[in-house]
């Protein structure tokens, strides 16, 4: 039987084995998907089973998606351009990185039949997943992209990466066409502490949380009369890529699937 994780910390609210485990039994492969927490200084060791083929893959979340990198021997492109691994495979005995959450992002938007181009885009947050959405934000050819980060000086190493990003000090506001929520705030029920209030009607307000599904700052942007979509259709979309790399195989996006992740 073969053997998949998605590893990070915490890991507690991935839905990942949820969903690879659905499309494994709907395809009758015979391999299981886990989800295991672990501590930096395990990283090699757990890579190092992919060449040893005891395990078969490797699902890479919060905060390893760039600490990965070192244990492996090449990227795919999309992944080096982010330095962002979400995804592990054995390929003629090499382990490659590749970066699924791109092509997440970009299908969940064109599924959701939202419109990117010419639009200026706030992203709240720098961490794992941010480089992947810039990637993706830049494909679509929004007029402008701004980051606020916390910590300034995780904005500005990626300001170096992706030179048109403009940067605000956390706590200042801009007018935007689409914000983006891609902080952790709001995975424990926590508001943003920010006023969003002068933004009302139009907006579209977009988080990348999926659980819980709507956030605190998805229930203000919907108060004040914006559009609201969470992170499901793009943690769907990253999933699907990750499971035709490991197993050929794109199995068929529906109202089904949607539902093995609806939390009871
Ligand atoms: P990592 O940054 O380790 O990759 P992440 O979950 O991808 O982890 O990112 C967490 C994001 O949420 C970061 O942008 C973080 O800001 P810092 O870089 O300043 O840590 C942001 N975040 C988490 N808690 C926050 C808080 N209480 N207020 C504001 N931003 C917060």
């Known amino acids: 039987m073969k053997k998949y994780f998605v590893i990070g910390n915490p890991i507690d609210h991935s839905l990942s084995p949820k969903l690879h485990n659905y499309w494994l039994k709907e395809n009758n492969i015979d391999a299981i998907y886990d989800k295991k927490k672990i501590e930096e200084n395990h990283l090699q060791t757990i890579i190092s089973e992919i060449k040893e083929k005891k395990i078969n893959g490797i699902n890479v979340t919060v905060p390893f998606k760039k600490s990965v990198i070192p244990y492996l021997d090449k990227l795919s492109q999309e992944a080096e351009q982010t330095q962002s691994v979400n995804t ?141 979509e969470n992170g499901k259709l793009m943690f769907i979309y990253q999933a699907h890529e990750a499971f035709k790399l490991w197993h050929g195989i794109e199995p068929p996006i529906n109202s089904q699937t949607l539902k093995i992740l609806n939390n009871d």
């Open 88 to 228: 592990i495979i054995l390929s003629n005995d090499n382990l490659v990185g590749h970066n699924t959450d791109i092509a997440g992002f970009t299908k969940a938007i064109k599924s959701l039949k939202l419109d990117f181009k010419g639009k200026k885009v706030f992203i709240l947050g720098a961490g794992g997943v941010v480089p992947s959405i810039i990637l993706a934000l830049n494909r679509m050819n929004v007029s402008k992209i701004i980051v606020s980060n916390r910590t300034k000086k995780k904005a500005e190493d990626l300001k170096s990466q992706f030179n048109n990003l403009d940067l605000l000090d956390w706590g200042d506001m801009v007018d935007f066409d689409i914000i983006i929520n891609a902080t952790s705030l709001g995975l424990n029920k926590e508001t943003i502490n920010l006023d969003f209030s002068k933004y009302r009607n139009n907006k579209l307000f977009y988080d990348v949380i999926y659980n819980p599904e709507e956030t605190n700052f998805l229930k203000e942007g919907k108060k004040l009369g914006n559009k609201t």
